[in-house]
Protein backbone atom coordinates (compact mmCIF):
# COMPACT_ATOMS: atom_id res chain seq x y z
CA UNK A 1 0.00 0.00 0.00
CA UNK A 2 1.38 3.23 -0.57
CA UNK A 3 1.45 6.51 1.97
CA UNK A 4 -0.53 9.75 1.22
CA UNK A 5 1.76 12.21 1.16
CA UNK A 6 0.39 15.23 1.29
CA UNK A 7 2.44 18.25 -0.75
CA UNK A 8 2.02 21.72 0.28
CA UNK A 9 1.08 24.50 -2.86
CA UNK A 10 4.37 26.09 -3.95
CA UNK A 11 5.02 30.03 -2.29
CA UNK A 12 6.29 31.69 -5.20
CA UNK A 13 6.97 35.96 -5.32
CA UNK A 14 3.73 36.18 -2.86
CA UNK A 15 1.61 33.87 -4.22
CA UNK A 16 0.83 30.08 -3.80
CA UNK A 17 0.56 27.81 -7.07
CA UNK A 18 -1.11 24.53 -6.65
CA UNK A 19 0.64 21.17 -8.17
CA UNK A 20 -2.54 20.60 -10.29
CA UNK A 21 -1.95 24.11 -12.21
CA UNK A 22 1.85 23.74 -11.90
CA UNK A 23 2.16 20.30 -13.66
CA UNK A 24 -1.19 21.13 -15.88
CA UNK A 25 1.29 24.50 -17.43
CA UNK A 26 4.11 22.04 -17.89
CA UNK A 27 1.84 19.53 -19.71
CA UNK A 28 1.14 22.20 -21.65
CA UNK A 29 4.01 23.20 -23.06
CA UNK A 30 5.66 19.61 -23.01
CA UNK A 31 2.79 18.62 -25.03
CA UNK A 32 3.24 22.13 -27.35
CA UNK A 33 7.04 21.77 -28.14
CA UNK A 34 6.97 18.30 -28.30
CA UNK A 35 3.72 18.43 -31.47
CA UNK A 36 6.54 21.54 -33.17
CA UNK A 37 9.63 18.95 -33.05
CA UNK A 38 7.09 16.05 -34.58
CA UNK A 39 5.99 18.72 -37.09
CA UNK A 40 9.45 19.94 -38.06
CA UNK A 41 10.07 16.04 -38.81
CA UNK A 42 7.26 15.56 -40.42
CA UNK A 43 7.66 18.54 -42.82
CA UNK A 44 3.99 20.33 -41.40
CA UNK A 45 4.17 23.75 -41.18
CA UNK A 46 5.45 24.46 -37.98
CA UNK A 47 3.68 27.70 -37.40
CA UNK A 48 0.41 26.20 -38.35
CA UNK A 49 1.08 23.45 -35.44
CA UNK A 50 1.30 26.19 -33.16
CA UNK A 51 -1.80 28.06 -33.95
CA UNK A 52 -3.50 24.98 -34.04
CA UNK A 53 -2.00 24.53 -30.57
CA UNK A 54 -2.93 27.83 -29.17
CA UNK A 55 -6.93 27.09 -30.19
CA UNK A 56 -6.78 24.06 -29.26
CA UNK A 57 -5.44 24.88 -25.19
CA UNK A 58 -7.79 28.14 -25.35
CA UNK A 59 -11.00 25.70 -26.04
CA UNK A 60 -9.85 23.09 -24.00
CA UNK A 61 -9.63 24.88 -21.38
CA UNK A 62 -13.34 26.41 -21.92
CA UNK A 63 -14.31 22.81 -22.77
CA UNK A 64 -12.61 21.66 -19.50
CA UNK A 65 -13.95 24.06 -17.33
CA UNK A 66 -17.81 23.96 -18.88
CA UNK A 67 -18.03 19.97 -18.51
CA UNK A 68 -16.38 19.75 -14.85
CA UNK A 69 -20.59 21.17 -14.22
CA UNK A 70 -21.73 17.51 -15.81
CA UNK A 71 -20.52 15.96 -12.62
CA UNK A 72 -23.09 17.99 -10.53
CA UNK A 73 -26.58 16.99 -11.71
CA UNK A 74 -29.14 20.01 -11.50
CA UNK A 75 -26.34 22.87 -10.96
CA UNK A 76 -27.45 24.30 -14.17
CA UNK A 77 -30.11 26.06 -13.19
CA UNK A 78 -28.57 27.18 -10.10
CA UNK A 79 -25.96 29.47 -12.33
CA UNK A 80 -25.52 32.30 -14.07
CA UNK A 81 -23.62 32.79 -17.20
CA UNK A 82 -20.73 34.82 -15.47
CA UNK A 83 -20.67 31.60 -12.88
CA UNK A 84 -20.00 29.23 -15.76
CA UNK A 85 -16.89 30.74 -16.90
CA UNK A 86 -15.76 31.76 -12.96
CA UNK A 87 -12.89 30.09 -11.66
CA UNK A 88 -13.13 26.40 -10.55
CA UNK A 89 -12.55 22.69 -11.27
CA UNK A 90 -11.78 21.45 -14.74
CA UNK A 91 -12.72 18.07 -16.45
CA UNK A 92 -10.16 16.11 -18.25
CA UNK A 93 -12.62 15.12 -21.07
CA UNK A 94 -13.98 18.40 -21.13
CA UNK A 95 -10.62 19.31 -22.44
CA UNK A 96 -10.04 16.77 -24.60
CA UNK A 97 -12.67 17.36 -26.15
CA UNK A 98 -13.19 21.11 -26.28
CA UNK A 99 -9.37 21.06 -27.52
CA UNK A 100 -10.43 18.88 -30.96
CA UNK A 101 -13.30 21.14 -31.16
CA UNK A 102 -11.15 23.95 -31.24
CA UNK A 103 -8.86 22.28 -33.78
CA UNK A 104 -11.64 21.47 -36.24
CA UNK A 105 -12.54 25.24 -36.19
CA UNK A 106 -9.56 26.75 -37.08
CA UNK A 107 -9.07 23.99 -39.43
CA UNK A 108 -12.36 25.27 -40.85
CA UNK A 109 -11.09 28.68 -40.71
CA UNK A 110 -7.91 27.92 -42.73
CA UNK A 111 -10.31 25.91 -45.14
CA UNK A 112 -7.60 23.22 -44.27
CA UNK A 113 -8.53 19.81 -45.74
CA UNK A 114 -9.42 17.39 -44.95
CA UNK A 115 -6.08 14.86 -45.31
CA UNK A 116 -4.08 17.82 -44.39
CA UNK A 117 -5.86 18.29 -40.88
CA UNK A 118 -5.75 14.71 -40.11
CA UNK A 119 -1.48 15.30 -40.43
CA UNK A 120 -1.94 17.73 -37.96
CA UNK A 121 -4.09 15.86 -35.44
CA UNK A 122 -1.60 13.09 -35.87
CA UNK A 123 0.68 14.63 -34.90
CA UNK A 124 -0.34 15.59 -31.93
CA UNK A 125 -1.26 12.68 -30.62
CA UNK A 126 1.82 10.75 -31.13
CA UNK A 127 3.25 13.30 -28.28
CA UNK A 128 0.14 13.88 -26.76
CA UNK A 129 0.24 11.35 -24.30
CA UNK A 130 3.52 12.82 -22.89
CA UNK A 131 2.24 16.29 -22.06
CA UNK A 132 -0.73 14.63 -20.69
CA UNK A 133 1.38 12.16 -18.26
CA UNK A 134 2.34 15.75 -16.69
CA UNK A 135 -0.90 17.06 -16.02
CA UNK A 136 -2.64 13.85 -14.69
CA UNK A 137 0.71 13.72 -12.01
CA UNK A 138 -0.74 17.07 -10.31
CA UNK A 139 -4.05 14.88 -10.09
CA UNK A 140 -1.68 12.40 -8.61
CA UNK A 141 0.27 14.00 -6.16
CA UNK A 142 -3.21 16.31 -4.59
CA UNK A 143 -5.14 12.99 -4.20
CA UNK A 144 -8.25 14.73 -5.20
CA UNK A 145 -9.64 11.41 -7.00
CA UNK A 146 -10.35 9.11 -4.16
CA UNK A 147 -12.04 6.03 -5.67
CA UNK A 148 -13.46 2.87 -4.04
CA UNK A 149 -12.23 1.70 -1.07
CA UNK A 150 -9.33 -1.23 -1.30
CA UNK A 151 -6.22 -2.73 0.36
CA UNK A 152 -4.57 -3.55 -2.94
CA UNK A 153 -1.15 -2.86 -3.17
CA UNK A 154 -2.02 -0.10 -5.18
CA UNK A 155 -4.28 1.96 -2.80
CA UNK A 156 -3.29 4.35 -1.31
CA UNK A 157 -3.51 5.36 2.63
CA UNK A 158 -6.17 7.99 2.49
CA UNK A 159 -6.55 9.68 5.77
CA UNK A 160 -10.28 7.86 6.42
CA UNK A 161 -9.50 4.59 4.74
CA UNK A 162 -7.03 2.89 1.97
CA UNK A 163 -8.13 3.84 -1.14
CA UNK A 164 -7.63 3.16 -5.15
CA UNK A 165 -6.26 6.43 -6.35
CA UNK A 166 -8.09 7.38 -9.86
CA UNK A 167 -5.44 9.66 -11.05
CA UNK A 168 -2.35 7.87 -9.53
CA UNK A 169 -3.65 4.55 -11.27
CA UNK A 170 -3.92 6.78 -14.80
CA UNK A 171 0.05 8.05 -14.30
CA UNK A 172 1.16 4.33 -14.47
CA UNK A 173 -1.27 3.56 -16.99
CA UNK A 174 0.01 6.80 -19.01
CA UNK A 175 3.39 6.00 -17.62
CA UNK A 176 3.86 2.21 -18.36
CA UNK A 177 1.30 1.49 -21.31
CA UNK A 178 0.43 4.16 -23.72
CA UNK A 179 3.87 6.23 -23.71
CA UNK A 180 5.96 3.12 -24.24
CA UNK A 181 3.38 1.83 -27.33
CA UNK A 182 3.34 5.07 -28.47
CA UNK A 183 6.98 5.09 -28.91
CA UNK A 184 7.23 2.05 -30.52
CA UNK A 185 4.59 2.60 -32.75
CA UNK A 186 6.62 5.61 -33.87
CA UNK A 187 9.81 3.46 -34.57
CA UNK A 188 7.70 1.55 -37.03
CA UNK A 189 6.19 2.51 -40.55
CA UNK A 190 3.16 3.87 -39.53
CA UNK A 191 -0.68 5.09 -41.79
CA UNK A 192 -2.68 8.09 -41.64
CA UNK A 193 -4.16 8.75 -38.36
CA UNK A 194 -2.97 6.20 -36.65
CA UNK A 195 -1.99 7.70 -33.56
CA UNK A 196 -4.99 9.60 -33.59
CA UNK A 197 -7.24 6.28 -33.97
CA UNK A 198 -4.79 4.25 -31.12
CA UNK A 199 -5.32 7.34 -28.78
CA UNK A 200 -9.15 6.90 -28.54
CA UNK A 201 -9.42 3.58 -28.26
CA UNK A 202 -6.93 2.87 -25.52
CA UNK A 203 -7.71 6.06 -23.52
CA UNK A 204 -11.53 5.95 -23.71
CA UNK A 205 -11.23 2.01 -22.86
CA UNK A 206 -9.30 2.33 -19.71
CA UNK A 207 -11.26 5.65 -18.53
CA UNK A 208 -14.19 3.47 -18.89
CA UNK A 209 -12.51 0.85 -17.03
CA UNK A 210 -11.37 3.12 -14.57
CA UNK A 211 -14.77 4.63 -13.85
CA UNK A 212 -15.88 1.49 -12.41
CA UNK A 213 -13.53 2.29 -9.58
CA UNK A 214 -15.56 5.55 -8.29
CA UNK A 215 -17.35 6.29 -5.96
CA UNK A 216 -21.09 6.89 -6.53
CA UNK A 217 -19.99 8.60 -9.79
CA UNK A 218 -23.21 10.76 -11.30
CA UNK A 219 -25.75 9.51 -13.68
CA UNK A 220 -27.84 10.78 -16.35
CA UNK A 221 -30.20 8.62 -17.76
CA UNK A 222 -28.88 5.54 -15.41
CA UNK A 223 -25.29 5.39 -17.32
CA UNK A 224 -21.63 7.86 -15.52
CA UNK A 225 -21.04 10.96 -16.66
CA UNK A 226 -17.82 8.92 -17.67
CA UNK A 227 -19.55 6.34 -19.55
CA UNK A 228 -21.34 8.74 -21.80
CA UNK A 229 -17.97 10.95 -22.39
CA UNK A 230 -15.81 7.98 -22.70
CA UNK A 231 -18.14 5.56 -24.29
CA UNK A 232 -18.01 8.47 -27.05
CA UNK A 233 -14.57 8.55 -27.37
CA UNK A 234 -14.22 4.54 -27.56
CA UNK A 235 -16.88 4.74 -30.23
CA UNK A 236 -15.16 7.71 -32.29
CA UNK A 237 -11.77 5.29 -32.05
CA UNK A 238 -13.46 2.43 -33.47
CA UNK A 239 -15.45 5.29 -36.20
CA UNK A 240 -11.90 6.42 -37.18
CA UNK A 241 -10.08 2.21 -37.30
CA UNK A 242 -13.00 1.46 -39.62
CA UNK A 243 -13.09 4.66 -42.01
CA UNK A 244 -9.41 5.36 -42.15
CA UNK A 245 -8.01 1.41 -41.92
CA UNK A 246 -4.79 2.94 -40.09
CA UNK A 247 -3.59 -0.83 -38.80
CA UNK A 248 -3.73 -1.99 -42.02
CA UNK A 249 -2.73 0.33 -44.73
CA UNK A 250 0.93 0.96 -43.63
CA UNK A 251 3.08 3.19 -45.29
CA UNK A 252 6.82 2.06 -45.29
CA UNK A 253 7.78 5.90 -46.45
CA UNK A 254 6.68 7.05 -42.81
CA UNK A 255 8.75 6.16 -40.45
CA UNK A 256 9.59 8.79 -37.36
CA UNK A 257 10.68 8.66 -34.03
CA UNK A 258 8.80 10.00 -31.33
CA UNK A 259 9.97 12.83 -29.25
Known amino acids: MLPYVDLAPIHLAGGWIRWPMLCA ?36 LLGARLFKLAYFPGVWSQLSWLDLFAAGGLASFG ?13 AARRMGAALALDYLDALAAVFPLGWLFGRLGC ?36 LVMIPLFVVLARRPQSRGLFLT ?18 DPPRYLGVTVDQWAYGSMLLLGVALAVTLRPFRNLNPLRREVFA
Do not use: C, N, Q, W
Open 95 to 107: GLAGGLLGALVYF
Open 140 to 175: AITHDHPGLASSSVFAVAYPDMPRFDLGYIEVLFLA
Open 198 to 215: VFFLLYGGFRLSLDTLHV
Open 25 to 60: SMGVLVAHFALLARARRLTLDVPTAASMSFFMVIAG
